[in-house]
């Protein structure tokens, strides 16, 4: 890594970047990313047009991929495709279980 001096350092012209939490902005023309965008803005806040479509559910949906794929692979190595139906499910019982013993255990004080 290179050290400059400081004199070099202050004659460099820097222009700054600010990052605002106002909201989102559109990015290159025809990338998809511009209809949630403008959904968001139509719809005026984060929540309200999350709900309306589904956002969260997808974004539940692929957690729990990414995790079937990290935890247990992301291959089937069974050839038939109804024992790869029973290989998934092995594999989601498989990951509600390890799911199941990560959770704390509740006890109730009356």
Known sequence: ???YSPTYLSGLIVK???ISG??????????PRHFAVGCQKFCGSNK???????YHKRLL?????YRV?????GKLSLRNYNAQV????????ALNRLTGV?????????
């Open 1 to 3: 890594m290179a050290e």
């Open 16 to 18: 700054s970047l600010e």
């Open 22 to 31: 106002d909201g989102a902005a559109f990015w290159e023309q025809g990338h």
């Open 48 to 54: 309200k047009w999350k709900n309306r479509y589904g």
């Open 61 to 65: 949906s692929e957690t729990a991929m």
């Open 69 to 73: 794929k990290q935890l247990l692979g």
């Open 86 to 93: 029973g290989e998934t499910y092995a594999m989601l019982k």
């Open 102 to 110: 990560g959770m704390p255990e509740t006890h109730y004080f009356v």
